[in-house]
């Protein structure tokens, strides 16, 4: 039986939010079967809790953010990505601010957290969304579509015309039969561009961004010296974001997703257009072996390996 997965302990992260430039208290804390996953703004009184719920979600200019009774909580997307990457289920996100912190702009650091914590199989069968017919979303030239597919594939494609990004690969697909979360994807950092921070500071926005949490460009080149982590880390982000974004519908899918010159706002316009067709997804579990699609008993092999 695949299972359900929580964290065998609490753990605690400090940082900065990306947009409010504020110092962030960040606590994981294990949850019950069947919880999903819950965020609580522990600094309101009384503290107010936000569930992952797709239509919950309030803000998509520069990040995907929950509300809930006038409540939010921003840039949920990475440490959604993180979660979806390994496993877990169930989990409270105790946050003392209106943005989880953005910490180095990737989920690396979320996933080294995760698993310092350590992941707990509990007594309750995983439960799938599967996708049973192709749904898509569109704006202009813009798309993103959702398929059947016995396992979770992700395919992106991004134009920027920029010369540091066509340099790279602007496409990418990563499949989780054959690939590694934590190796493939979870490093991938997001990405801006020099002359676009002060009209966003303008408008409150990436008032933390730094060259620590964020790849940088100017009219030319990357500034971090560093240089990059992947030869696609720029599409493999977006690939990141769309997982995290996915996995506000509450359940890992069982789909092949694939986009163009999408973004949060259309990773929740399709997650919305699924969900409102009732024929067109059902929800799954696999208690036995026999049962289990082999891309699906793989891919969650390599999570327990990793």
Same mark, same amino acid.
């Given at each position: 039986m695949i299972r359900q997965r929580t964290l065998k302990s609490i753990v605690k992260a400090t940082g900065v939010g990306l947009h409010g430039g504020r110092k962030v208290q960040l606590v994981l804390r294990p949850a019950a079967p069947d919880t999903g996953i819950v965020f609580h703004r522990v600094d309101l009184d009384? &503290?107010?809790?936000? &569930?992952?719920? &797709?239509?919950? $979600?309030?803000?998509?200019?520069?990040?995907?953010?929950?509300?809930?009774?006038?409540?939010? $909580? =921003?840039?949920?997307?990475?440490?959604?990505? !993180?979660?979806? =990457? +390994?496993?877990?289920?169930? +989990?409270? /996100?105790?946050?003392?601010?209106?943005?989880?912190?953005?910490?180095?702009? #990737? #989920?690396? &650091? *979320?996933?080294?957290?995760?698993?310092?914590?350590?992941?707990?199989?509990?007594?309750?069968?995983?439960? *799938?969304?599967? /996708?049973?017919? !192709?749904v898509e979303y569109r704006e202009d030239d813009k798309w993103v579509r959702l398929e059947p597919y016995d396992g979770f594939r992700l395919s992106f494609s991004i134009v920027f015309n920029h010369p540091a990004i066509d340099k790279t690969s602007t496409s990418v697909t990563v499949d989780f039969a054959e690939q590694s979360y934590v190796r493939d994807v979870a490093r991938a950092r997001t990405f801006g561009f020099m002359q676009d921070v002060e009209f966003m500071r303008a408008n409150g926005l990436a008032l933390g961004g730094s060259l620590d949490n964020a790849i940088v460009m100017d009219e030319y080149r990357v500034l971090n010296t560093e240089g990059l982590r992947y030869v696609d880390e720029f599409v493999k982000h977006k690939v990141l974001d769309a997982i995290g974004d996915l996995y506000l519908c509450g359940h890992p899918l069982l789909a092949s997703y694939s986009a163009h010159k999408a973004g949060h706002a259309l990773n929740n316009q399709v997650l919305r257009?699924? +969900?409102?067709?009732?024929? !067109?997804?059902?929800? /799954?579990t696999f208690e036995q072996s026999a049962e289990t699609p082999a891309a699906v008993s793989h891919q969650f092999d390599l999570v327990a390996a990793t």
């Open positions: 009384p &503290p107010v809790d936000l &569930p992952s719920d &797709p239509y919950s $979600v309030c803000d998509t200019r520069m990040c995907s953010g929950l509300e809930r009774g006038g409540a939010k $909580v =921003g840039t949920v997307e990475h440490l959604m990505s !993180a979660l979806a =990457g +390994l496993g877990i289920d169930n +989990l409270h /996100v105790d946050v003392d601010a209106p943005e989880i912190p953005i910490l180095d702009g #990737s #989920s690396g &650091p *979320f996933v080294f957290l995760l698993q310092s914590a350590g992941i707990e199989e509990q007594k309750a069968p995983k439960r *799938f969304l599967r /996708v049973k017919k !192709a257009v699924l +969900l409102e067709d009732q024929s !067109a997804w059902e929800i /799954v």
